[in-house]
Nanobody, 113 residues
Framework: QVQLEESGGGLVQPGGSLRLSCAAS????????MGWYRQAPGNSRELVAR???????SYADSVKGRFTISRDNTKNTMYLQMNSLKPEDTAIYYC???????WGQGTQVTVSS
């Protein structure tokens, strides 16, 4: 059974930083492409960043230069380092794994003073 568990969300002031983690189980993590998505109230879910099984990365224009996605295959874990956070980054952040389009339950990130 595939399980993806996000952690690391919380309340942070504008300009602050957070690091999200996604711990995976039930899959051979190293062969999966992984991604972070987010969904703000009233909006559809959108791609934030993705990382291939080989470590190649891509980002949404809105987070380029501020967010960094990475993975540690020895720990079956993916990360999202978020710096220079803005109020518009407020959303529930979800972890995704492919193949199979597996999702975690999400972790709330709130950027507010």
């Amino acid at each position: 059974q595939v399980q993806l568990e996000e952690s690391g969300g919380g309340l942070v002031q504008p300009g602050g930083s957070l690091r999200l983690s996604c711990a995976a189980s039930g899959i051979i993590f190293s062969v999966y492409a992984m991604g972070w998505y987010r969904q703000a109230p009233g909006n559809s879910r959108e791609l934030v960043a993705r990382i291939t099984r080989y470590g190649g990365t891509s980002y949404a224009d809105s987070v380029k230069g501020r967010f960094t996605i990475s993975r540690d295959n020895t720990k079956n874990t993916m990360y999202l380092q978020m710096n220079s956070l803005k109020p518009e980054d407020t959303a529930i952040y979800y972890c995704n794994a492919n193949p199979g389009n597996h999702w975690g339950q999400g972790t709330q990130v709130t950027v507010s003073s």
